[in-house]
């Protein structure tokens, strides 16, 4: 010890006690001062740079640490942590300020004042989808957590931390993946304290959180009291115009669309705690909504647009697995949806090819799980709108002012929800659907309305399969449903009534009409399903109006209404024939139609292989089915008038419905005017048909595909008239065939059979029919009976009267041929005439145009002689005579109505008398209608005389209209 050191301590053991306390005090204290003040800083500065750099495998740097140990705090100032590659900060402070207080060396628990955390920034990325540039400090952590716990139950550190600030702090995270930087910048965070001390744990906490999320502000406050037992915890956050699609790329599927615009608005309230049982609540309330929704397919096309969707969370237990919902409403949604040309819907297909692993559960540890149910106290939707767009056959189905209302929606087993949804389709039929819907099972009872629906809005589907165009009609539905599932799959019944009102179809080509109706009804439907059971009360057809044509190439309007798709042909090449011996089975089925009733129906039908065209049309068709369905036959009757002069009338059994088929029919026709069929014959039989009727008695029987049958037709008064030259007719001597039929009166009665096989796809009842008849006439001209001149005994040919020349008066020869005849008729009171007058293109019209060019003259004279006093004279009366020609036939030229040449002053020009008689005959020209008014009048003349003079019945003498030149 040096001199000085001794006299040092001998000064110091002359010290009282109190000063040698003193001094030791003085000196631990500013050795305390030198420690605290710059050795500890310095040693920290120094050293744990290097320790943290080995630890994290980064660079790590401190520019100053500060430390005052009379008032116990702590400053760090600028502390960077680099990133692996060293070449940017991957933690980064600007300062960090703790304030202890002198209570934790009594409470021996740090007992922080103030806990400031100033430019605290975070920069990380992630390098591929499982990889970040932090993953070895990860790696490593788990490493370190594996350690030994010991059984016996460790005592909680105590600490109390209070007035915590983290302010102007921010954390940057690059996804390489996907080239997005996400930003949280200006984050501050205050919370009061932070203790588990025994005296604070009691003391709420309430911390507040503030920052902007990659540019949208976000705020947050809190109340929590975590280190009592209960764990009370509440959060209030509220959040802003969140661009959802900014982070849909981290979910880890494939959404399988096109999310563009989604923003996000809530203010939520979560809570957790637990009570004396360690039960844990987690409640969440507040608001959800999403906005400004738009949603497209993969390739672009809209699918999904919102914009509002608002969620109400109720306060309850979210651990229980039954979150609850105040309310789910949605604002004008639009829908769309897709079905593609190859027949598939464009449904996004959640999933996609990214996979997601799953990790099975392991069969040893089976969990008893609480069975999931959300329930929503009310779920609206309000002026919703969808479109169904059909890219198969370019057409769309739109609905409008949608509108959807539930009651009480839950997954839970036998709840059931009221449900509400009404919409307006294609801009007509509105739809209104009210009734009860289970999820849990699904089952449901429903009441559907559909009124006003315009089918032609339906035309594009039309046009897929029809060459038909729909120009009105409007749908009606109500019905009412009741289904439910079970583990055998849908099973309920359903009911309700139908209608399809004015409606008009036309032929889409030409225009012409094709269908129409007033009203098409089907009420009192009722039906079972899997069972396919369906009871019809009645389907009433009001206002039938149909139009059937066959045009020159004998293509009927009906048949070229089908399309050709070409299903057909892949539907028979993918039949399978039966197995010899083997009946065709239908499904099994239960069917039955109380009553189908068609009033006031009307068909027209036109055929245009004929010449001329022919033209018919049923009226006042009315008919009934009774009792139609798959085990018993139906009772059916059809009444109509043909042509509004033939009664029909149908009646029979059928049982279309029935995989067997049987039944019974019988028609009646009764007086068809034959002459209306003169297209038919002349085409067939090369003749026209003057005149008759025909009455058809028809009855057929049909039992499992056999038919059998009688066809007894009575022609009453038939009579054929001129040949037509047809390449399709017939020969057979059919005058003398009908002849030889007729009795006495004039009737033809035959009765031909018909037996054959529905399954014989050459077998058609008229074709048996004409068959026998042909047989018939072939058999009757082969027979040797007497013509109707031999009746009276006279070769005079009576089917016709000769007359003069332009003239409709009776020759005495001719009348004497009229006796004959009028003789014939009077002695059989059941033979009819009928009488054609006839005019000679050729005689008649020259005669007929000589007398009108010597009128021409008569008429002058006339005139003269009348001027002159002459009174009492007609043309008949006057004479022309040769001296006389020259100065008439002047007269005549000149009054005659046709452009005449004149002279110098206006005046007709006189011509010489050949001239002047050419030019008058070239103006009286003779016409069909002077030579039909001469057949007219020489049937008039023969009536005349067959009726007025020898008093003929008038019934018995008929005109016909075949009157006029050169027609006969």
């Given amino acids: 010890m040096s001199e000085k050191n001794k006299s040092l301590w001998a000064h110091y053991k002359k010290c009282s006690f109190w000063q040698r306390g003193l001094i030791v005090g003085t000196f631990l204290f500013a050795a305390y001062c030198v420690i605290g003040f710059l050795a500890v800083p310095y040693l920290i500065t120094l050293i744990l740079p290097g320790k943290l750099s080995a630890a994290l495998n980064r660079q790590v740097f401190i520019e100053k640490v500060s430390i005052n140990p009379l008032l116990l705090s702590v400053e760090v100032n600028e502390l960077e942590i680099r990133n692996l590659q060293g070449d940017d900060t991957f933690i980064g402070l600007h300062s960090l300020f703790l304030d202890f207080q002198i209570s934790s060396l009594f409470k021996f628990a740090p007992v922080v004042k103030t806990c400031q955390l100033s430019g605290f920034e975070v920069r990380g990325s992630r390098i591929t989808d499982s990889t970040y540039d932090f993953s070895d400090l990860l790696e490593s952590g788990k490493d370190q957590g594996k350690e030994d716990v010991s059984s016996e139950e460790k005592k909680p550190f105590l600490f109390s931390v209070n007035n915590i600030e983290i302010s102007d702090s921010a954390v940057y995270f690059y996804d390489a993946p996907y080239d997005t930087l996400h930003e949280i910048e200006e984050i501050n965070l205050s919370i009061p ?22 540019g949208k502000f976000f705020a947050s406050t809190g109340q929590t009291r975590p280190f009592v037992g209960s764990k009370e915890t509440a959060l209030q956050v509220e959040l802003h115009d969140i661009a959802l699609p900014y982070y849909l790329a981290y979910v880890p599927v494939d959404l399988g669309m096109d999310i563009r615009k989604a923003f996000l608005d809530c203010r939520l309230v979560l809570s957790y705690s637990q009570d004396s049982t360690q039960e844990k609540i987690f409640g969440l309330e507040g608001e959800i909504a999403l906005r400004d929704i738009e949603i497209a397919l993969q390739d672009g096309s809209p699918l999904f647009s919102l914009p509002r969707l608002t969620l109400q969370i109720a306060p309850d237990n979210l651990l229980d697995g039954k979150p609850h919902l105040k309310s789910v409403e949605l604002d004008s949604p639009v829908i769309s949806l897709y079905k593609t040309k190859d027949g598939t819907l464009a449904i996004p297909v ?8 799953v990790e099975e559960p392991q069969p040893e540890q089976a969990v008893e799980h609480t069975p999931f149910d959300i329930r929503i106290d009310a779920t609206r939707v309000r002026n919703g709108s969808f479109r169904f767009i059909d890219q198969a056959v370019d057409a769309s189905i739109t609905g409008d002012q949608l509108s959807l209302f539930i009651k009480d929606f839950s997954l839970s087993e036998k709840n059931q929800s009221d449900l509400t949804v009404g919409a307006r389709i294609n801009s007509s039929g509105l739809l209104e659907v009210s009734g009860e819907l289970g999820i849990n099972p699904i089952r449901g009872s429903f009441t559907l309305n559909f009124a006003g629906f315009e089918v032609g809005s ?13 120009t009105d009609g409007k749908f009606n539905l109500m019905a009412q449903a009741d289904l439910a599932m079970d583990e055998n799959g849908v099973n309920g019944h359903f009911s309700g009534s139908s209608s399809l009102e004015n409606f008009v179809a036309v032929e889409s080509g030409s225009g012409n009409p094709f269908c129409s109706w007033k009203k ?56 399978e024939p039966l197995v010899e011996g083997q009946k065709e089975v239908g499904p099994a089925r239960d069917i039955s139609i109380g009553k189908i009733m068609v009033k006031k129906g009307e068909i027209s039908f036109t055929d245009n292989r004929m010449t ?27 009444k109509g008038k043909l042509d509004n002069t033939t009664e029909l009338d149908i009646s029979g059994t059928l049982q279309p419905l029935a995989i067997t088929k049987s039944g019974a029919v019988q028609v009646k026709l009764d007086g068809i005017e034959l002459s209306q069929l003169t297209p038919y014959s002349g085409k067939y039989i090369g003749r026209r048909i003057r005149k008759g009727k025909l ?16 066809n007894i037709l009575f022609f009453d008064q038939l009579a054929l008239g001129d040949s037509v030259d047809s390449q399709d007719a017939v020969s057979l001597p059919l005058d003398l065939a009908v002849a030889l039929m007729q009795n006495r009166k004039g009737e033809i009665n035959l009765n031909v059979p018909v037996q054959g096989s529905l399954s014989d796809p050459d077998f058609s009842i008229g074709g048996i029919v004409v068959r026998v008849i042909m047989n018939m006439i072939v058999k009757a001209a082969t027979s040797p009976f007497a013509l109707i001149g031999a009746l009276i005994g ?9 007359f003069e020349p332009g003239s409709a008066i009776l020759d005495p020869s001719e009348a004497d041929k009229l006796e004959k005849l009028a003789t014939v008729l009077y002695d059989r009171p059941g033979l009819k005439i009928s009488l054609a007058g006839y005019a000679d293109p050729d005689f008649d019209s020259k005669a007929i145009h000589e007398t009108l060019f010597w009128q021409q003259l008569k008429v002058r004279k006339l005139e003269e002689m009348v001027k002159k006093g002459t009174r009492g004279l007609s043309l008949d009366d006057i004479t022309i005579s040769a001296e006389e020609y020259e100065k008439y036939l002047w007269e005549a030229y000149k009054t005659a109505p ?61 005109l016909t209209e075949e009157q006029g030149g050169g027609r006969g």
């Fill in 458 to 470: 339906l035309q594009q589907y039309v046009d897929q399969y029809l060459q038909l165009l729909i």
């Fill in 520 to 575: 098409l009804k089907v009420e009192e439907v009722q039906g079972a399903f899997p069972e396919a059971s369906v009871q019809v009360g009645q389907i009433l057809l009001d206002g039938l109006a149909t139009h059937i044509a066959i045009d020159q190439n004998g293509s009927v309007n009906v048949q070229k209404m089908v399309k050709d798709t070409g299903e057909k042909e892949e539907l028979d090449h993918a039949e």
């Fill in 350 to 357: 959640v999933g996609g090819s990214n996979e997601v692993a």
């Fill in 794 to 802: 006279s070769d005079e040919q009576l089917d016709h009267i000769v």
């Fill in 612 to 638: 001329p065209d022919y033209h018919s049309k049923l009226h006042e068709l009315n008919a009934s089915v009774t009792g139609l369905s798959t085990s018993v036959p139906a009772d059916f009757t059809l």
């Fill in 695 to 710: 009455s058809v008695n028809m009855d057929y029987t049909v039992d499992d595909q056999e038919i059998a049958g009688k």
């Fill in 193 to 214: 304290f932070i203790s588990n001390l025994p005296s604070e744990v009691q003391i709420d906490v309430e911390p507040s959180f503030s920052a902007f999320i990659n």
């Fill in 898 to 958: 046709f452009e005449k040449e004149k002279n110098f002053i206006g005046m007709v020009k006189k011509i010489l008398p050949a001239d002047q008689e050419k030019m008058l005959r070239a103006f009286l020209e003779v016409g069909d209608e002077q030579l039909t008014l001469l057949a007219s009048q020489r049937a008039a003349a023969v009536s005349y005389f067959l009726v007025e003079k020898k008093q003929i019945e008038p019934e018995r003498v008929f």
